[in-house]
């Protein structure tokens, strides 16, 4: 790229999208391609197109989110074998009905960590919620909690400890990672403590972080 394509294309990244301190910046050529799709498109899907799986769901993502947003939750690190591999093992898991069997009385209850729940279900984390929906993480809590199911924040939220568990009428769980100072792990445990967390979900998975491929072309970035 030239010198002077350069300084265009920094003039052009003046679309900040700020949540809870955080800055994201997006270019207009890509909010007025992202405009373009949704008039052209995505407005005649959603007015008659129904979904029925998670599949369809996630092609209308496709559609209604900038470029980057959506890498950033679709994509994974390096070639995203792991992600893939992941996939496939759900895959091999069947469901295998019985024949002839009395269905009259069905229990699909259980308990989980002192939480009763209809189905053996819980809601994982998914990071900076409010990229991808202006209710952002307390529609979850507030969701999940309504089918009696636990619902879990992560750590790289864009809701605070407070807020989640207030936004929730049932059970919910904290995503933590280890940091490097210990001083904030130990705020955030007594934190949840206080807001009656039922659970710490310790995640020691990523001593760095993965190599994100689609993350790197975008420009996508988090804070560390």
């Known amino acids: ?13 003046d ?9 994201y910046i997006f270019s207009i050529k890509e909010l007025r391609k992202q405009k373009t799709i949704y008039l052209r498109e995505t407005l005649f899907h959603e007015i008659n197109y129904k979904y029925y799986n998670i599949d369809d769901l996630r092609l209308l993502a496709k559609r209604r989110v900038p470029q980057a ?24 898991w069947k469901l295998i009905p019985d024949a002839l069997i009395d269905v009259a009385d ?4 259980t308990e989980v960590l002192g939480t009763k729940m209809p189905y053996p279900f819980a809601l994982g984390p998914t990071a900076i919620s ?11 809590a507030r969701a999940a909690s309504k089918r009696n199911f636990p619902s879990t924040l992560s ?3 864009s809701t605070n400890i407070e807020d989640y568990a207030d936004a929730s009428d049932g059970s919910v ?7 490097k100072n210990r001083e ?25 972080g993965g190599k994100r491929e689609r993350d790197l072309r975008s420009g996508m970035t988090v804070p560390p």
């Not at 769980?173 to 940091?179: G, H, K, L, T």
């Open 130 to 140: 409010y990229l991808f929906h202006h209710s952002g993480e307390p529609a979850v």
């Open 155 to 157: 750590s790289i939220a």
């Open 69 to 92: 947003v959506f890498d950033y939750a679709d994509g994974a690190a390096e070639d995203e074998l792991t992600k893939k591999n992941n996939r496939n093992a759900y895959r091999k």
């Open 1 to 13: 790229m030239k010198e002077g394509k350069k300084i265009i294309a920094r003039q052009q990244l």
């Open 184 to 208: 904030i792990s130990y705020d955030f445990i007594k934190r949840c403590k206080e807001k009656k967390y039922k659970a710490i979900m310790l995640t020691v998975d990523v001593p760095v």
């Open 106 to 109: 069905i229990d699909t209850e």
């Open 15 to 23: 679309k900040i999208f700020i949540r809870n301190g955080i800055f």
């Open 173 to 179: 769980w904290y995503q933590m990672y280890v940091w």
